[in-house]
């Protein structure tokens, strides 16, 4: 067991990528993930690894694609627009059966939006980073603990499965210092035959690619890489209930939001309101599964967000009809406060206990 | 001896080794169509040939095999 | 029998899988391929070259190159290859891109990788036009050149000026080497072959970045025979794209491209003193 240490969420996610294997970091500079860069760029060579600052994050998610492609853990990160903007090289990598682990810190949107926190890229991330059909796999940390823990569990996750794998955070949780304990240097990562590093004569070629001229056979790759979604689905649902069990209403966050909404709930408790907080650690695959059983007993479901509801929209999926649900959010980098959580509890209770 | 064989099955009936042939003894075959729908080159006069590969270097389809 | 015993002087390239391209009759873009896949026979490299192939005409060249190949983005293959060659510096890494690629979508890969002089090796095919979708203006499309996007030809007062990408790369301290080439006569193979054999030697020697832009031809979206688009480059594309070397640090008696820009910038304070400790 390591020590703790006070340190900053955005370097922890650097610091742990490195300790998960991750040699290279391709980046362009974008508020605020800045720290993630500078760090990587500081300490990157001193480990033998590759920082490279590229012209754009098109390019730096090109370069991802390569390195990656190579058999490398690899990594980068970015803040909305620039996420926009590496969608391209994302779906790319769906497409290629390629892992790589990618960090959004995300701020106000849409547009140049704003540089504070806000959730507002959900959709982006859990429903469509890119053109066709793919998925990945999304962890929304709550804590800087959890950004340490889940950037080593992304590059496992990632190269177990072939996919790209998003780490989810607000520019809270990044600008944030808790203390922390970092994971362990790994030192075995997986074999990589399928990598292209060279025949050696020993092979025949290896092809990382993403065309399909012949529509069935497209046809058949997609459906074999939702196979592996439903793997995924199966697998790699994680989410933590906080006073769930017994819960009439139950406020689903994730994040930062769901730090405040963890205070509104107990706030509401004392109040006598039964509440409780269901927090999505995997915004995909969506932890359907914990949710449905809180179905039989809650009376209502209240999202918090920072950001129009979009979270909602799974939320109803899930619950399909059998309650009431609800969402209660700020956006442009609003961070809503544990008082309007609070009564937006209130109300909501007031309004399912008629 | 000299000689230039074309693969009916990759020659695509260009003539680039037609212009290319110094001594102008490549033609395309108008008797002959291949599998993908060409006249496919062949060299008329196998006894002048050089063996000088210029009919091999211009083809875009590396249908062209040298002997010498 | 034959009374003397002949060898084999000309065959497919080891390197060139035995599969017919998707490539139109006459297309320039089979020459190259074949003198790449000489170059990488006669190096002795196809056990460690990965080549990169993105959109276009070219974007199949994974069902022709033995080497791995991993297929790129539109424009992004000089990032791509980079991430290549940052993670394992021993491969040999390849890409081959034609005009709308390099030179338009992919301009701002293409630039930097070249100041960065990233040693890999760039096989451009310059045929003024894109192919692949059907024969739309491209950057390098000359001035009243007709196209299916300019079809009353290239009209520079709203379409502008077509790229030299030789010309312009040059302009930078990256770059080890950059020659304009084609490939329309037999002696112009054997120049093409010997400056994209350079170009690859050049990176196993780690002399760095080499680009070699091939002055090409597009029958089908011309609207030519094969012969006749090689007499229509000729005309029109040469005098505008002048063959010749526009870079090559060692030939003009540099140590290397770092001792070159060094020179060329002596007079900056940082650059000759040095940065932080």
Same mark, same amino acid.
């Given at each position: 067991?390591?020590?703790?240490?006070?340190?900053k969420?955005?370097?922890v996610?650097?610091?742990?990528?490195?300790r998960?294997g991750?040699?290279?970091f391709?980046g362009?500079?974008?508020?605020p993930?800045?720290e993630?860069?500078?760090?990587?760029?500081k300490?990157m060579?001193?480990?033998?690894?590759?920082?490279l600052?590229a012209?754009?994050?098109?390019a730096?998610?090109?370069m991802?694609y390569?390195?990656?492609a190579?058999?490398a853990?690899?990594?980068t990160?970015s803040?909305?627009?620039?996420i926009?903007?590496?969608?391209?090289?994302v779906?790319?990598?769906?497409g290629?059966d390629?892992?790589?682990?990618?960090i959004?810190?995300?701020?106000?949107?849409?547009?140049?939006?704003?540089?504070q926190p806000?959730?507002?890229d959900y959709?982006?991330?859990t429903?469509?980073?890119?053109?066709?059909?793919?998925?990945?796999?999304?962890?929304?940390?709550?804590?800087?603990q959890?950004? %340490? $823990?889940?950037v080593?569990k &992304? !590059?496992d996750? *990632?190269?177990?499965y072939?996919?790209?794998?998003?780490i989810?955070?607000?520019?809270?949780l990044?600008?944030?210092?808790?203390?922390v304990?970092?994971?362990?240097?790994?030192?075995?990562i997986?074999?990589?035959?399928w990598?292209?590093?060279?025949?050696?004569?020993?092979?025949?070629?290896?092809v990382?690619n993403s065309?399909?001229l012949d529509?069935?056979?497209?046809d058949?790759t997609?459906?074999?890489?939702?196979?592996?979604?439903?793997?995924?689905?199966?697998?790699?649902?994680?989410s933590e209930?906080?006073?769930?069990?017994? %819960? $009439?209403?139950v406020?689903? &966050? !994730?994040?930062? *939001?769901a730090?405040?909404a963890?205070?509104?709930?107990?706030?509401a408790r004392?109040?006598?309101?039964?509440a409780?907080?269901f927090?999505?650690?995997?915004?995909?695959?969506?932890?359907v599964d914990?949710?449905?059983?809180?179905?039989a007993?809650?009376?209502?479901?209240?999202?918090v967000?920072?950001?129009?509801?979009?979270m909602?929209?799974?939320?109803?999926?899930?619950v399909?009809?059998?309650?009431?649900?609800?969402?209660?959010g700020?956006?442009?980098g609003?961070?809503?406060t544990?008082?309007?959580?609070?009564?937006?509890?209130?109300?909501?209770?007031q309004k399912?206990g008629e | 001896?000299a000689?230039m064989?074309?693969?009916?099955?990759?020659?695509k009936?260009?003539?680039?080794?037609?212009?290319?042939?110094?001594?102008?003894?490549?033609?395309?075959?108008?008797?002959k169509?291949?599998d993908k729908?060409?006249?496919?080159?062949?060299?008329?006069?196998?006894?002048?040939?050089?063996?000088?590969?210029?009919?091999a270097?211009?083809c875009?389809?590396?249908?062209i095999?040298?002997?010498? | 029998?034959?009374?003397?015993?002949?060898?084999?002087?000309?065959?497919r390239?080891?390197?060139l899988?035995?599969?017919?391209?998707?490539?139109?009759?006459?297309?320039?873009h089979g020459?190259v391929?074949?003198?790449?896949?000489?170059?990488?026979?006669?190096?002795?490299?196809?056990?460690?070259t990965?080549g990169?192939?993105?959109?276009?005409c070219?974007v199949m060249?994974?069902?022709?190159?033995?080497?791995?190949?991993?297929?790129?983005a539109?424009?992004?293959a000089?990032?791509?290859a980079?991430g290549i060659?940052r993670v394992?510096p021993?491969?040999i890494?390849?890409a081959?891109?034609?005009d709308?690629d390099?030179a338009?979508?992919?301009?701002?890969?293409?630039?930097h990788?070249?100041?960065?002089?990233?040693?890999?090796?760039i096989?451009?095919?310059?045929?003024?036009?894109?192919?692949?979708t059907?024969?739309?203006?491209?950057?390098?499309?000359?001035p009243?050149?007709v196209t299916?996007?300019?079809?009353?030809?290239?009209?520079?007062a709203s379409?502008?000026y077509?790229?030299?990408?030789?010309?312009?790369?040059?302009t930078?301290?990256?770059?080890?080497?950059?020659?304009r080439?084609?490939v329309d006569?037999?002696?112009?193979?054997?120049?093409?072959k010997?400056?994209?054999?350079?170009?690859?030697?050049?990176?196993v020697?780690?002399?760095?970045y080499?680009l070699?832009?091939?002055?090409?031809?597009c029958p089908?979206?011309?609207?030519?025979?094969?012969q006749e688009?090689?007499t229509?480059?000729?005309?029109?594309?040469?005098?505008?794209?002048p063959?010749g070397?526009?870079?090559d640090?060692?030939?003009?008696?540099?140590?290397?491209?770092?001792?070159?820009a060094?020179e060329?910038a002596?007079?900056?304070?940082?650059?000759?003193?040095?940065g932080?400790?």
């Amino acid at each position: 067991m390591s020590e703790k240490v006070l340190m900053k969420g955005n370097e922890v996610l650097a610091e742990s990528a490195m300790r998960a294997g991750c040699k290279y970091f391709f980046g362009y500079p974008i508020t605020p993930q800045t720290e993630l860069s500078a760090y990587m760029s500081k300490h990157m060579p001193k480990i033998g690894g590759t920082f490279l600052q590229a012209e754009s994050e098109v390019a730096a998610i090109n370069m991802v694609y390569g390195a990656a492609a190579a058999g490398a853990r690899v990594m980068t990160s970015s803040s909305s627009p620039g996420i926009s903007l590496k969608s391209e090289g994302v779906s790319y990598i769906a497409g290629a059966d390629l892992p790589a682990v990618i960090i959004n810190v995300m701020r106000g949107g849409p547009g140049l939006g704003s540089i504070q926190p806000s959730q507002s890229d959900y959709w982006q991330a859990t429903k469509a980073l890119g053109h066709g059909d793919f998925q990945m796999v999304v962890y929304a940390p709550s804590t800087v603990q959890e950004m %340490a $823990d889940y950037v080593a569990k &992304a !590059f496992d996750v *990632a190269d177990e499965y072939r996919t790209p794998v998003m780490i989810l955070l607000d520019g809270l949780l990044g600008q944030m210092m808790e203390p922390v304990e970092l994971p362990e240097p790994k030192a075995d990562i997986p074999d990589k035959p399928w990598a292209c590093t060279g025949t050696k004569g020993e092979r025949a070629h290896n092809v990382v690619n993403s065309l399909y001229l012949d529509a069935d056979l497209l046809d058949q790759t997609n459906r074999e890489r939702y196979e592996r979604y439903d793997k995924i689905k199966a697998a790699e649902q994680i989410s933590e209930e906080y006073l769930c069990d017994d %819960a $009439d209403i139950v406020v689903v &966050a !994730f994040g930062a *939001a769901a730090r405040i909404a963890r205070n509104a709930v107990n706030a509401a408790r004392e109040q006598g309101i039964k509440a409780g907080l269901f927090r999505p650690i995997t915004l995909w695959p969506f932890p359907v599964d914990a949710l449905e059983k809180t179905v039989a007993h809650a009376r209502g479901y209240l999202t918090v967000e920072m950001k129009m509801g979009q979270m909602v929209d799974d939320v109803r999926l899930v619950v399909a009809g059998r309650a009431p649900v609800v969402f209660y959010g700020r956006t442009g980098g609003v961070i809503p406060t544990p008082a309007e959580v609070l009564d937006a509890i209130v109300a909501f209770d007031q309004k399912v206990g008629e | 001896m000299a000689k230039m064989i074309v693969d009916d099955a990759f020659c695509k009936g260009c003539g680039l080794c037609v212009d290319a042939c110094p001594l102008h003894i490549v033609e395309l075959d108008q008797d002959k169509i291949t599998d993908k729908g060409y006249h496919p080159a062949h060299c008329i006069d196998m006894d002048a040939c050089t063996g000088c590969c210029s009919c091999a270097l211009m083809c875009p389809d590396v249908a062209i095999t040298v002997w010498r | 029998m034959e009374q003397k015993e002949e060898k084999v002087v000309f065959e497919r390239p080891d390197a060139l899988l035995p599969v017919v391209t998707n490539f139109c009759p006459g297309c320039t873009h089979g020459i190259v391929h074949r003198l790449v896949a000489e170059t990488i026979d006669e190096l002795g490299i196809e056990g460690k070259t990965v080549g990169v192939t993105p959109v276009g005409c070219s974007v199949m060249g994974y069902n022709f190159f033995g080497c791995d190949m991993v297929e790129a983005a539109h424009g992004r293959a000089p990032a791509v290859a980079t991430g290549i060659k940052r993670v394992n510096p021993d491969n040999i890494v390849f890409a081959y891109q034609g005009d709308g690629d390099l030179a338009s979508i992919g301009t701002a890969e293409t630039v930097h990788a070249a100041t960065r002089g990233e040693n890999i090796t760039i096989i451009f095919i310059n045929n003024a036009i894109y192919g692949m979708t059907g024969g739309q203006m491209a950057p390098t499309s000359l001035p009243h050149q007709v196209t299916q996007t300019s079809p009353y030809g290239r009209d520079t007062a709203s379409a502008g000026y077509p790229v030299r990408i030789c010309e312009m790369l040059s302009t930078l301290d990256g770059p080890a080497y950059l020659e304009r080439v084609t490939v329309d006569t037999p002696a112009n193979v054997r120049k093409a072959k010997k400056a994209i054999k350079k170009a690859f030697q050049n990176q196993v020697d780690g002399v760095g970045y080499s680009l070699i832009e091939v002055v090409s031809t597009c029958p089908t979206n011309w609207g030519m025979t094969p012969q006749e688009s090689f007499t229509w480059m000729r005309e029109n594309m040469l005098p505008y794209y002048p063959l010749g070397v526009y870079r090559d640090v060692l030939a003009e008696g540099h140590e290397s491209v770092a001792a070159a820009a060094a020179e060329r910038a002596k007079d900056s304070k940082i650059v000759a003193e040095g940065g932080a400790a």
